[in-house]
């Protein structure tokens, strides 16, 4: 299984950013796929993650911010950010479980089982 996330990089305060994650060696539609991030000397953070099409949850510092969607047929997962903060400079990653799992489990990271190496995004003027 080999998550990719790309689309990071320097944006300004109140700017938007389009990350994807391209999933290979797994059947996409039978996984949730979330994103978290890791910001500097902080613990990794939920940030979304979407189950089937419309079905998603979201971290309370982006909620209104952030839309999280995924493409089955392309095996793609999208993260887009709009009005960016300076605390939302962080290396971002995507992860990916079992559509089985609950909810409340995949709101931390010990609920997926496989994970990109991440894609670093810097908010600042």
């Known amino acids: 299984v080999q998550l990719q996330a790309s689309g990071g990089g320097l944006v300004q305060p109140g700017g938007s950013l389009r990350l994807s994650c391209a999933a290979s060696?797994?059947?996409?539609?039978?996984?949730?796929m979330g994103w978290f991030r890791r910001a500097p000397g902080k613990e990794r953070e939920f940030v979304a993650v979407?189950?089937?099409?419309?079905?998603?949850s979201y971290g309370g510092s982006v909620k209104g911010r952030f839309t999280i969607s995924r493409d089955n047929a392309g095996n793609t997962m999208y993260l887009e950010m709009t009005n960016l903060k300076p605390e939302d400079t962080a290396v971002y990653f995507c992860a990916g479980a079992p559509m089985s799992r609950i909810l409340s489990t995949l709101w931390g990271e010990n609920g997926y089982d496989y994970w990109g190496p991440g894609t670093l995004v810097t908010v600042s003027s």
């Open positions: 979407v189950r089937r099409p419309g079905v998603t």
């Open positions: 060696g797994l059947t996409f539609s039978n996984y949730a």
